[in-house]
């Protein structure tokens, strides 16, 4: 019986922290949207023009679960889904907007999809909001996020991230664009979305997850719980 109840609690600790997600930021779910996308894109074969749009967020922990509105345009592609085929995109978390700008990355991680919606706000087939999950990515406390798609701009055009007015994080309508080689010439190789005429947060939404250690530390905690009132 008391094995029972240890597994029992040890279980119910793995499903609460599990559970336990907590939005760091949410640009997506709202109604206004933006039909102008930003660049941000890692190119290999014109690496000068490499930019990301990063957004602030409030809260720290590893982010599991990562979404944003995206758009492919010069491109050869006639839809989203021919873009990201067997497409890496890369992720970030800066500790700043300046740590951002000197592309000085606390944690990034390069995955292809999970998953994307084709076209969620009527913007056409080369609009998507694309989807990552299973996510172990360490987000500072009140940092800076990015997602960058990867590919060659002359097999696959350019791809850039939607603006949106709505939605929790830091600042509002703050959004950058970062082009840390400086190809496109930007003044101090930044300049915020509004600067490019666009709405000014970046279509983003994630999510974090409880560390590992936490879920251990609220196992034992349960179980020591049990042993007390054993013993009383």
């Not at 074969?45 to 758009?71: L, N």
């Not at 989807?131 to 500072?140: D, H, K, S, V, Y």
């Amino acid at each position: 019986m008391k094995a029972k109840i240890l597994v029992t609690l040890v279980g119910l600790a793995t499903s609460l922290v599990a559970n336990a997600q907590t939005s760091l930021m949410d640009h997506i779910n709202g109604t206004q949207k933006d039909g102008q996308a930003a660049n941000s894109q890692v190119y290999g074969d014109i690496p000068t023009f490499s930019s990301s749009v990063v957004d602030d967020y409030t809260g720290t922990g590893f982010i599991g679960t990562a979404e944003a509105d995206m758009m492919c345009y010069n491109s050869p592609f006639s839809s989203f889904a021919q873009w990201d085929a067997g497409r890496f995109y890369q992720l970030s978390t800066y500790a700043s907007l300046a740590g951002a700008i000197a592309d000085l990355k606390i944690a990034t991680v390069i995955v292809p999809s999970s998953s994307f919606v084709q076209d969620p706000q009527g913007f056409g087939p080369l609009s998507a909001r694309v989807r990552f999950t299973g996510l172990n990515l360490f987000a500072p406390l009140n940092g800076w996020f990015g997602i960058q798609g990867i590919g060659d701009f002359s097999t696959s055009g350019q791809i850039g991230v939607l603006g949106s007015t709505y939605g929790s994080g830091g600042a509002a309508n703050n959004a950058e664009l970062v082009n840390p080689s400086g190809g496109y010439g930007l003044p101090g190789n930044h300049i915020p979305l509004s600067g490019l005429g666009m709405m000014g947060n970046a279509k983003y939404h994630i999510e974090t997850v409880p560390e590992p250690a936490s879920m251990l530390a609220l196992g034992a905690g349960l179980v020591s719980l049990l042993a007390r009132r054993r013993k009383s």
